[in-house]
Structures are given as structure tokens and as C-alpha cells.
């Protein structure tokens, strides 16, 4: 991996903190190069080779701009291949007083906006690059959630739900992507601790039986082993990075 040319390449939604933020640090320094997805400009406290250059700017919410960003990254890419696709941006709304949004308290347009974000963005990011991710037999990675898979204290149903469409998108994608060679597996991580945890969160690592919150790194080694050969027979599988909550 000394020249550009023979360089793998990250695509990576929600790089300018937390979880996406360690995995920047985790391929860079691995010698990727990480082409970054998200709504503020190049962050300047998140840095890494060739940051500013291959961060595109974009809302994943917003499905215009979300097609405009997939026909920039493949400008960028300039008919060159996608090594690994993260699909990492997510949002969790709480109400006004930063309480739970449930099934009864959820706007409508509250929940779909959760959908644009945290489900569709990821198939049109995959169904975009498709080319670039066949020409290397590629890896995609969705970033679900353990409230994905049963009633979260803080995390409310329009997440909840939009993390377990993403986690039988994962089954569906390893499916339609498989005969192209591409790998899709997502992680569903616990409580990390990054900026999207709730107040109170800590209250939780008492019933968690690692005892404590888990680390983005630790989130960030585990995408890096679903994008590389170390899993290379590994497809259409959800792994736990959760200390152990969900036992
Ligand atoms: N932390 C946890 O305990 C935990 C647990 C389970 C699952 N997860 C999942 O892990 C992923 C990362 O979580 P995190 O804790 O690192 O979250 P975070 O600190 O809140 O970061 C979210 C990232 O997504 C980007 N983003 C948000 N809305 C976007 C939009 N409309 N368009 C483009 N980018 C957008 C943000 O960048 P901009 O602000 O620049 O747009 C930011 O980089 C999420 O999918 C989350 O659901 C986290």
C-alpha cells in the first residue's frame, strides 16, 4: 500500500466524531484512504491525511443531496474502486426536555427523517457505488444498534426501528451483493461511550456484564475486521459490540 494507486479505499458516513471518528483513525492509520460523508464541513478536530479533500459535505436525510453526494463521490473516485463502504451516520431524536420518543410520541415526520438517515441512506450509498465496490469484491458495513433488537430506556422507536430495517437490510444486501463477492455485515453496537448516549447511561453498566461502557475503538477494530481478508467468508452476520447486554 505505498503508492495511490494500489491504496484501498474507506467510504465512510459520520466521520467527525465518535464512532466514525475512531474508525477514520483506525484505516488511516492502516494506510487507507478515507473518503468522509457527513452534514458539517471538514472537521478540523477529527484530522487525518488528505482530510479535506475527500470529505464531502452532504445531509443523508435529504434525498436530493443524498443523490448529489453519491454522484460527487464517484467523481472523486474517478473510476477508481471502493475497498469498504461504512455506513456509520445515524440520528436519535428525543423530545423537547430530551426525553424518550416512543411509538405514541413520535411525529410522523420525526420518524421518516430517522428512515432517511439511518435506513435509506445506506442502500442508496451501496446501490451507488456498486461499481466500485464489484471491481474489488468490496465490503459494506451498516452500523445497527442493540435497541435494534428490543425497548431501549433512552433510545426511542423511530431509531429502534430504523435500526432493525438496517439489520434485515444487512441480511438482504449479503444476499443480492454476495454473487458480486461483496461482503455486507453490520455491527450493532451497546452503550460506547460517544456524544449520542443519553444522561443516566451510566446507570446501565451495572446490568452489563463487562461492567463498563464499551470504547469507540473497540466498535472501530470490528468494522476494520469485517473489511479486511481476516473475514473474508464472513457475510450477512450482525456482531455485538456490547460488553454483553444482550445475554
Ligand atoms: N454510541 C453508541 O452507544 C451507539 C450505540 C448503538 C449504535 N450506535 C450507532 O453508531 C453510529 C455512530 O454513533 P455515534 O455514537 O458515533 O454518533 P454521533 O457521535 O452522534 O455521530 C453521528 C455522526 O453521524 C453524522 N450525521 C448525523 N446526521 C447526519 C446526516 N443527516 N447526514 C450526514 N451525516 C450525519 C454526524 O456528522 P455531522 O454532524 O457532521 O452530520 C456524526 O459524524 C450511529 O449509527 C449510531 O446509531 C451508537
Redesign the pocket.
Known amino acids: 500500500m505505498s503508492t495511490d494507486s494500489n491504496r484501498r479505499v474507506l467510504v465512510l458516513?459520520?466521520?467527525?466524531?465518535?464512532?466514525?471518528h475512531a474508525t477514520v483513525k483506525r484505516f488511516s492509520s492502516a494506510g487507507w484512504r478515507v473518503i468522509t460523508?457527513?452534514?458539517?464541513p471538514f472537521p478540523e478536530n477529527c484530522p487525518w491525511e488528505a482530510g479535506p479533500e475527500d470529505h464531502v459535505q452532504?445531509?443523508?436525510?435529504d434525498p436530493e443531496d443524498r443523490a448529489r453526494a453519491v454522484l460527487e463521490l464517484r467523481k472523486r473516485l474517478n473510476g477508481g474502486p471502493v475497498h469498504a463502504l461504512v455506513n456509520?451516520?445515524?440520528?436519535?431524536p428525543k423530545g423537547p426536555k430530551g426525553e424518550r420518543l416512543n411509538t405514541l410520541t413520535t411525529s410522523e415526520e420525526d420518524w421518516r427523517k430517522v428512515f432517511e438517515?439511518?435506513f435509506f441512506a445506506p442502500v442508496v450509498l451501496a446501490r451507488g457505488l456498486i461499481e466500485e465496490l464489484k471491481a474489488v469484491q468490496g465490503s459494506i458495513v451498516n452500523?445497527?444498534?442493540?435497541?435494534g433488537s428490543r425497548v431501549h430506556p433512552f433510545a426511542g422507536a423511530a431509531y429502534a426501528t430504523s435500526?432493525a430495517a438496517l439489520a434485515s437490510l444487512t441480511r438482504e444486501m449479503a444476499a443480492d451483493f454476495g454473487p458480486f463477492g461483496i461482503r455486507v455485515n453490520a455491527i450493532a453496537?451497546?452503550?460506547?461511550d460517544?456524544?449520542?448516549?443519553s444522561p443516566g447511561t451510566e446507570k446501565m453498566v451495572a446490568d452489563i456484564p463487562l461492567r463498563r461502557l464499551g470504547k469507540?475503538e473497540e466498535v472501530a477494530k470490528a468494522i476494520y475486521y469485517l473489511c479486511t481478508d481476516q473475514s473474508s467468508y464472513v457475510t450477512g452476520s450482525e456482531i455485538h459490540i456490547n460488553g454483553g447486554q444482550h445475554v
Open positions: 458516513t459520520g466521520a467527525s466524531r465518535g464512532i466514525g460523508c457527513s452534514r458539517h452532504v445531509d443523508l436525510g456509520n451516520a445515524g440520528i436519535s438517515v439511518n452500523v445497527t444498534s442493540i435497541a435500526k453496537p451497546g452503550e460506547i460517544t456524544a449520542i448516549l469507540p
